[in-house]
């Protein structure tokens, strides 16, 4: 099922994800329901709070995105990112292992809406995948940027807390346009 995706301005957004402890069916099921909605805006990761879940929980595909490269290292060796994906990550904690560069992002919460970001340009992974089994490896480039943008997520944390001064002073009027709208379909609700 294709679930609605929280824009800015929605409460969802603002939330810290609690842990999952166990996969229930539930989660299996919203699992499947995140790709579905994932895969059909062309996103390529996607936090349950922007489907309004506060949980501990993303998924990740950046197969496809062929311009902007990805590393995967698993037990100290190179890995074949593509058959890797997609990627479900619960209750993921993260370890930079490298210096911050710039890179583009987006959020599907916030159509229209791109700005630079600096973050470290790779980092060590550790979360449970769908199973409830712990996985570990480490990754650089695009999935590495896109994992911590979705990690940011599960704490409430939005992309436009990471901006610089300058580039939010310059989106503030769309951020602003988009903030009142999101907030008055909730009143209409
Ligand atoms: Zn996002």
Known sequence: MILPIVKYGHPALRQRGAR??????????????????????HGLGLAAQQVG????????DVRGVKNRPSTLEVNGQPAD???RMPLVLINPELEPIAESVEGTEGCLSFPEIFADIS???????RALNEQGQPVVFRCGGLLARAIQ????????????????KETRRELQPQLDELQAATKAALKAE
């Open 81 to 83: 990112v593509e058959g």
């Open 149 to 164: 943008h979705e990690k940011d997520h599960l704490q409430g944390i939005l992309f436009i807390d990471r901006m610089p």
């Open 20 to 41: 999952i402890e166990t996969i229930t069916p539930q989660i299996t099921q919203l699992i499947a329901d995140m790709f579905e909605t994932m895969y059909d805006s």
């Open 119 to 125: 973050r470290p340009e790779a980092i060590e992974v």
């Open 53 to 60: 879940q506060s949980l501990q929980l993303t998924i990740l």
